[in-house]
Every structure is written in structure tokens, then in C-alpha cells.
């Protein structure tokens, strides 16, 4: 599957609608008072994530004025709608609001491209960091550390040469991934907030990424198209691709790994089948 007509604009343009989003964040990242609040399920929010939503929203109406658009801080949109989509945009406008909150930069704007229930375009924009990461599947994914420089072609480490690096998240501990963790053997680990973990194991600086505390799909897509088109993959504890715009918009425990070799059930054995 590629990405047709539905993708106008092309990449460059939801990258730099990725950093206006970003600047908009930065704007109130540095005012001092973040003003935090929680919403009905208890995540907090920020007047940064609202405002990225704006100028995302904004954008995309005016690029591509016929495709849906579904973000996190959209309105609930009833799956009896949402089921018709074909093809719509899957936004996470500040995905990391803990990491934001903390400050310690490792926050993230995303924006995907749902194609038949697949990511097939990704941005991840760290604004804090000054990097973004942007893929179209079936054309390579690509890292930029500053606007000055071009985009580079990033891919995923295979296997071999080095001790197994895991990429575990600051925020979101829990005993079934410690109980993974424990069954992998020797191994580093490697912390970092947001989708920035299918980032690392993307350019291969990591090489799985093991989630079995929830998530939604705006979490994981952009991030799930840069890693699927660094040569890596994501699936599920049984080997299966995680698909979108599910009735529930929520992700099954994952597994996202650059090592094709063993797939997320045989890594699910190799963790001693402690997690079924």
C-alpha cells in the first residue's frame, strides 16, 4: 500500500505544520505557568496541548479540506461516523503532557495519515529538542535535528555487535514490563518520554520497545509509520499489526522492534510466555 493522492500536501508540509504546532508549544513552555488541569479520564491537560490543536487542526483543513481529521483533543467523534473513513488524519498535538509538565523536553507533536486502517505518513516534531522525525511508508524515514539541516535516512538496527538496548518509558512503568524485562536477560535500557521510543529504535539506537499499559492510537501512529518505514515493526503479543480507527480507539499490548528475526510472539516466548 502507498500513500495516493489523499497524502497532498506532500511531507514537507505536515513537517512544517509539525513546528508551527511546536512553536506554539514552546511559546507557553516558557511562560512559566503551565496551567495544568485533568480531563474526564484523569490525563492531564495544557493551554499547549489546546493551542497545538488549533494550529494542527487549522492547517490540515486548509491542506487537505475533504479528509476527516481525529486528535486527541478533538471533540468525540461516534465510531458510526468515524467507520466510513477511509483515509483521515490520527493527530496527538502535545503527546507526552507528563514529560511537558516535568519539563524535561521530551515531548512531541504527531501527526499520521490513516490509510485503510494503516499509518502510511508520520511526523514526530520534538519542539524542546529542536528534532524531527518524518516518514511515508515505502519511502524511507528521515531525521532532522535543526532546520538548518536536511533530513537524513535513518533505519533500524538489525541484530548483532552489541548488547540487546531497550527503550522503557520515564512515565508509564508496570509489572508486566518488568516481568518482561527480567525474562530478556541481560540487556540496557534506554528512558525516554513520548513517542520518541519508536523514534530511537527507528534510527537504531534502541532495538525493542515493549508496551503493556494502555494507549490510544493517536499515541502510537505517527511514531508506528517511522519505524515501519525505518524497516522495523509493531505488532501485537501474537504477531499481528496494529490496526486503526478501532471502535475503542485503544491499542492492545504491543511490541515495536527493529529485530525482524523474532517476531513479537517469538520475543513474547523468549520473555518466558510469563505475560499470557
Not at 532495538?207 to 501512529?221: C, K, S
Request: glycine share 8%; aromatic share 6%; hydrophobic share 40%.
Amino acid at each position: 500500500m502507498t500513500v495516493d493522492s489523499a497524502s497532498n500536501p506532500p511531507l514537507e508540509a505536515i513537517v512544517s505544520l509539525a513546528k508551527e504546532a511546536g512553536l506554539a508549544i514552546m511559546a507557553l513552555y516558557n511562560e512559566g505557568e503551565l496551567d495544568v488541569r485533568l480531563k474526564e479520564d484523569v490525563s492531564p491537560v495544557t493551554r499547549a496541548d489546546l493551542a497545538a490543536h488549533r494550529v494542527i487542526l487549522a492547517g490540515l483543513q486548509e491542506l487537505t479540506p475533504m479528509v476527516p481529521v481525529l486528535s486527541e483533543e478533538s471533540e468525540s467523534i461516534p465510531y458510526s461516523e468515524r467507520q466510513r473513513w477511509e483515509t483521515y488524519w490520527l493527530v496527538d498535538p502535545l503527546d507526552g503532557t507528563k514529560e511537558f509538565i516535568k519539563r524535561n523536553g521530551e515531548f512531541t507533536v504527531n501527526i499520521a495519515l490513516i490509510v485503510r486502517g494503516e499509518p502510511l505518513l508520520g511526523v514526530v516534531h520534538a519542539p524542546a529538542l529542536g528534532r524531527t522525525y518524518s516518514a511515508v511508508l515505502g519511502k524511507g524515514a528521515f531525521r532532522q535535528e535543526s532546520s538548518r539541516e536536511r533530513p537524513s535516512r535513518i533505519v533500524v538496527h538489525r541484530k548483532g555487535g552489541r548488547k540487546l538496548k531497550v527503550v522503557v518509558s520515564r512515565s508509564h512503568p508496570g509489572a508486566e514490563a518488568e516481568a518482561f524485562l527480567r525474562a530478556l536477560g541481560t540487556y540496557d535500557t534506554v528512558q525516554i518520554g513520548s513517542s520518541l521510543k519508536f523514534c530511537l529504535v527507528a534510527e537504531g539506537s534502541a532495538d525493542i520497545y515493549p508496551r503493556f499499559g494502555p494507549t490510544r492510537e493517536w499515541d502510537t501512529a505517527a511514531g508506528h509509520c517511522v519505524l515501519s518505514s525505518a524497516g522495523g515493526a509493531m505488532t501485537d503479543l501474537h504477531g499481528q499489526p496494529l490496526r486503526y480507527n478501532k471502535p475503542d480507539l485503544l491499542n492492545p499490548p504491543f511490541i515495536a522492534t527493529g529485530i525482524l528475526e523474532l517476531s513479537s510472539y517469538q520475543w513474547h516466548r523468549v520473555a518466558g510466555e510469563r505475560l499470557s
